[in-house]
């Protein structure tokens, strides 16, 4: 995140030192100098940056001298600072303008996450790409811009290694249980021909002497696999639990627009059923003949047939080769029938879902046909692929049996001649018989391991395609590892006015209002945590579109907002009226931050809001929107969720639930504040939703409202009681209203009149209907209803 302003050297130099100040964020500052190209006549960026953070192990220093080249400078960090904003006095400067621009930069670059550097990038101002000083980075001058176009990958070898590595001492549990396990079951064939070739032995030996070292294998052998299993299982458990939480956070971490392209459905196959293959892979394959087992048994057999009989362990070489080979050809022609069972079974899931979420809508239209068509369909598909797969299954194992009994007739053939003829005892030919039989089933359940594994490999793969191909939200606080719930839920900074709270701070701090905090202390009066928030400043500053334009990305070429320029006063009211598709509620999604303008600007106090992290942001909003959405959770916890807090108070649940007048209805359903409230909040009505919703965005109680519709659902005595709860609630608040209704908009500061993309009124109520425009046209068409 950044915010830059053009600004002179001595300011340039105090608010340098004011954010070097800020010790507790690693951030980095960097500014560029921007003068003429005596080539072509346009402005060239020259970069240097500073850290803030003292005594790091690289400096990050740009050049100081006056080279017409971009610096392409790099900096090695292992720091995460949530954000840091700077604003600086802008003054002009003649030919060659100086602008700061602060960046806080995530620890884990997206581009470069292999070498651990995180590199910062200008062009020149004709378009060309920079020139590069260093050498080091000729290579990454090439593609200047391939971190914006996408991510790393989610699911990595190094991150299942590193959480793996983490239990040690299970680790070791697994490691004794398997050589132990193993040992037993390669030692065992050997013992039994052992004890057949003493019982027919000239002299005899004592039954209990044979039958102790089987003994022992008996006991030993069971101990050794349930420690092995359960080792292995605790430890896989918890990598996968690892692993879940971090794809369901760079699902989190996605821009909006990524959810527009995607069905539910979809992602959430991603956390179930992609991730599902990759948890089988291993727990599937924890017994005595699959996964590591058969691998270390396969290893060892070999190893000891080569050792007893070094004439007949050639023949289970063969044996192993055969069957690698045909394990082989199954992975190379199993994985694209993988694939493509595994988009039918996402699309059979995605076609009953989507089905059972608008049943009312199916059966209103009579659709039940048409959407059983339609999954019929899917399952045909589905069938066809699983044939397919089923046919490679079975070749597999006719030919890996085929191998088996090829190795059997062998060894019976050569073994039987060597005891025929005195060369090796019987009880050798036996052991070799147990061995034939110990490494098929070992190398059988190789195959089918190998089979799971290409499961989970074609799934971790989906999964990368699918979130590496967009770069995550940039600036959104969700830290990595995650720490526990009780931290992340932990008591937030109330939101209250800077003036009644203290929440003013630094130099100017005693200061009343914010933004003589902001005039004062620049850079110092807004780095996160040193001075003031988003939140902090919503409750003082202005918030200004300046020639905002914008096309949702699905449709980049179809421009929805066209150069809206508009101010809200703070703690003003500010209705937005037009027809249907007028671009309203694409007004209230970029205000939301759910999208970012394509061009221009949106800014509080004079700071674009992106540069505050969206967590900061989201605190400082509270929307309620035309049709709430409400989670499968009790009623408190839907009203609690306008807080990101552990622990809200039931007093004030129960206070926000009353000025939304919901606390009637409330405790009149069967567990009252505990009734769960159904999937979507299907269990209650469209009005004791919307109502639900409003005592959410009350108990958030944050400087900047926006009620898109927010009372639309509601009969006229509960829009009286709660329009007064509104009204009360908007006191001092920068308010955006979306409505339809003249008894919602006529008493706004500003009423804003919007038209295919733009605004073409601005006033009072009184005002516009003076002026016979579109609002008073509005008006009379009564779509703006009248009571």
């Not at 830059?4 to 608010?15: D, H, I, M, N, Y």
């Not at 009343?512 to 040193?530: L, M, P, Q």
């Not at 909040?681 to 965005?697: F, H, K, T, V, Y």
Request: proline share 5%; charged share 20%.
């Amino acid at each position: 995140m950044a915010v830059t302003s053009a600004v002179s050297r001595p300011a340039l130099a105090s608010a340098l030192s004011s954010a070097r100040s800020a010790e507790s964020k690693r951030a980095r500052v960097h500014h560029s100098l921007v003068t003429d190209n005596p080539v072509t006549g346009g402005p060239v960026t020259q970069r240097h940056a500073f850290s803030t953070r003292p005594r790091r192990s690289r400096a990050c220093l740009g050049p100081e001298s006056s080279s017409r080249s971009t610096y392409l400078s790099q900096c090695r960090t292992k720091s995460r600072p949530w954000r840091l904003a700077f604003q600086a006095a802008a003054e002009g400067n003649g030919a060659a303008s100086v602008a700061a621009a602060v960046v806080a930069e995530d620890a884990e670059c997206e581009g470069d996450a292999d070498d651990g550097y995180c590199s910062a990038q200008e062009f020149s101002g004709d378009g060309r790409e920079p020139a590069v000083d260093d050498p080091r980075d000729a290579s990454r001058a090439e593609e200047p811009r391939k971190e914006h176009k996408a991510s790393s990958p989610v699911i990595t070898w190094q991150l299942v290694v590193g959480l793996v590595l983490r239990h040690k001492l299970r680790l070791l549990g697994l490691a004794v249980g398997l050589v132990a396990g193993t040992a037993c079951n390669v030692v065992l064939p050997r013992i039994n021909g052992n004890f057949v070739q003493a019982l027919v032995a000239p002299v005899p030996v004592p039954l209990p002497r044979l039958l102790l070292p089987i003994a022992a294998i008996y006991v030993v052998e069971p101990a050794a696999t349930l420690l092995f299993v359960s080792s292995l299982s605790a430890v896989w458990e918890a990598v996968m639990a690892a692993v879940r939480v971090r794809v369901f956070r760079r699902l989190l971490l996605q821009k909006v627009a990524f959810f527009d392209a995607h069905k539910a459905a979809e992602l959430s196959g991603v956390v179930a059923v992609e991730l599902g293959f990759l948890d089988k892979a291993v727990t599937d394959n924890v017994t005595r003949d699959r996964g590591l087992r058969s691998i270390c048994e396969v290893v060892s057999t070999l190893l000891v047939l080569f050792f007893i009989a070094p004439d007949l362990a050639p023949v289970f070489s063969l044996l192993a080769v055969g069957i690698s080979l045909i394990a082989g050809i199954y992975k190379r022609g199993t994985m694209p029938v993988f694939v493509s069972s595994s988009k039918t079974q996402a699309r059979i899931t995605d076609a009953a879902s989507e089905t059972f979420q608008a049943i009312r809508t199916v059966r209103s239209f009579g659709g039940e046909a048409r959407q059983l068509a339609r999954f019929a369909g899917h399952v045909a598909e589905a069938r066809e692929t699983g044939t397919r797969l089923s046919v490679l299954k079975s070749t597999n194992e006719a030919l890996t049996r085929g191998c088996v009994y090829i190795s059997l007739m062998c060894v019976y053939i050569l073994g039987g001649h060597k005891v025929q003829t005195g060369i090796l005892p019987a009880g050798t030919v036996l052991a070799f018989v147990g061995y034939t039989f110990l490494l098929t089933f070992a190398i059988q359940g190789l195959v089918n391991t190998m089979a799971d594994i290409q499961n989970a490999l074609a799934a971790v793969g989906r999964i990368n395609a699918l979130l590496s191909s967009t770069p995550p939200e940039p600036n959104l606080a969700i830290p990595e590892p995650l720490p526990d719930l009780s931290v992340l839920l932990a008591p937030t900074t109330d939101c209250h006015e800077p003036g009644s709270s203290g929440a003013v701070r630094g130099e100017a701090g005693e200061e009343e209002g914010a933004e003589k905090a902001v005039r004062a202390n620049g850079a110092a009066a807004v780095a996160g945590g040193g001075g003031l928030s988003a939140c902090e400043l919503a409750w003082t500053g202005d918030i200004e579109l300046k020639d905002v334009r914008f096309a949702y990305p699905q449709r980049p070429s179809v421009e929805v907002i066209k150069g809206i320029n508009l101010t809200l006063p703070r703690g003003s009211v500010t209705a937005l009226v037009g027809g249907s598709g007028a671009g309203k509620s694409t007004v209230v999604q970029l205000f939301s931050r759910f999208y970012e303008p394509v061009s221009g600007t949106i800014s509080l106090a004079g700071i674009d809001i992106s540069a505050f992290d969206r967590t900061q942001w989201t605190r400082a909003v509270s929307l309620v929107s035309q049709e709430p959405v409400l989670f499968a959770m009790s009623v408190r916890d839907n009203i609690a969720y306008g807080l990101p807090d552990a622990d809200v108070a039931d007093a004030d649940i129960i206070r926000a639930a009353k000025a939304a007048n919901a606390h009637e209805f409330i405790v009149k359903l069967p567990q009252g504040y505990d009734t769960l409230v159904g999937e979507r909040g299907g269990l209650l009505s469209g009005g004791q939703r919307q109502r639900l919703a409003i005592a959410r965005a009350i108990l958030k109680d944050a400087p900047i409202l926006i009620l898109d519709e927010a009372t639309s659902a509601l009969d006229s005595v509960s829009e009286r009681l709660v329009q007064q709860a509104l009204e009360g609630l908007m006191q001092g608040r920068t308010t955006l209203v979306i409505a339809h209704r003249l008894s919602t908009v006529q008493a706004a500061d500003q009423i804003v009149v919007m038209a295919a993309g733009k605004l073409v009124e601005r006033g009072t109520h009184a005002e516009l209907v003076a002026q016979g425009g579109a609002y008073a046209t509005l008006v009379n068409a009564q779509h703006l209803t009248f009571e």
